[in-house]
């Protein structure tokens, strides 16, 4: 089934301690989005790659970062992770038709700083 | 500036009917989105209108006014599975999806 994976499922890390959270897709979507969520609220959009065209978004910390080698990949570097890092990971794939498109998400990454 | 509103808790009963409303400003708009979320799981999508009227999908319709900015999701014979969040999400000019905060529904037997 096409789908959009997300690895590990949950990552611990230390304060401070680079951590990398991988998503890939069979979907063959041209868009890829990095969503951070925080318990009841609602998911804010860190960055998107529209196929290799990096979009970052204008609030997002510097601490985070991403990488999109090939169309089935991205990653999300967090250099220095914080407390307030805490945080349920999604990414998501859209096709870009050029008009509205559905956003489809993995099932997250839960990640814990101590 | 762009805000999704929808309320943050509704509780309603198995077998019941429930009417989940959001409103939505955006700058541009290109359609509403409905996902429902599990505790601790990702969203899933349910809906998107972007004329107005009622979609109905089973057990689950979606309402558009583009006029008033208002959409709601109307749930029908509800189950304990139904326990979760429901995210209003609105399209604006980018295409870009302006979030709201979910809204939580407990289902009650």
């Known amino acids: 089934d096409a789908m959009v994976i997300q690895n590990p499922r949950y990552q611990v890390t230390q304060f401070g301690k680079p951590v990398t959270l991988s998503c890939s897709q069979t979907l063959n979507h041209n868009v890829m989005y990095w969503y951070q969520q925080k318990s009841s609220q609602a998911p804010k959009l860190l960055f998107h790659y529209y196929d290799k065209d990096f979009n970052n978004e204008a609030d997002t910390p510097d601490n985070f970062q991403s990488r999109r080698p090939n169309t089935s990949f991205c990653f999300l570097d967090i250099r220095s992770p914080g407390l307030g890092d805490a945080a349920m990971y999604l990414c998501?794939?859209?096709?870009?038709?050029?008009?509205?498109?559905?956003?489809?998400f993995g099932p997250g990454t839960r990640l814990t700083v101590l | 500036g762009q805000n999704i509103d929808q309320p943050t808790e509704m509780t309603a009963t198995e077998g019941a009917i429930v009417q989940i409303n959001c409103t939505y400003q955006?700058?541009?708009?290109?359609?509403l989105f409905w996902y429902q979320q599990h505790a601790g799981e990702a969203p899933t999508f349910l809906s998107y209108?972007?004329l107005d009227g009622l979609e109905e999908k089973g057990r689950f319709s979606s309402f558009l006014s583009r006029s008033k900015g208002y959409s709601y999701l109307l749930l029908k014979e509800l189950q304990m599975k139904d326990s979760a969040s429901y995210l209003c999400a609105a399209m604006d000019s980018n295409y870009q999806l302006i979030w709201g905060a979910g809204t939580k529904l407990i289902i009650k037997p």
């Open positions: 998501a794939t859209s096709p870009r038709t050029g008009g509205p498109d559905t956003q489809y």
């Open positions: 209108n972007v």
């Open positions: 955006t700058s541009g708009f290109n359609g």
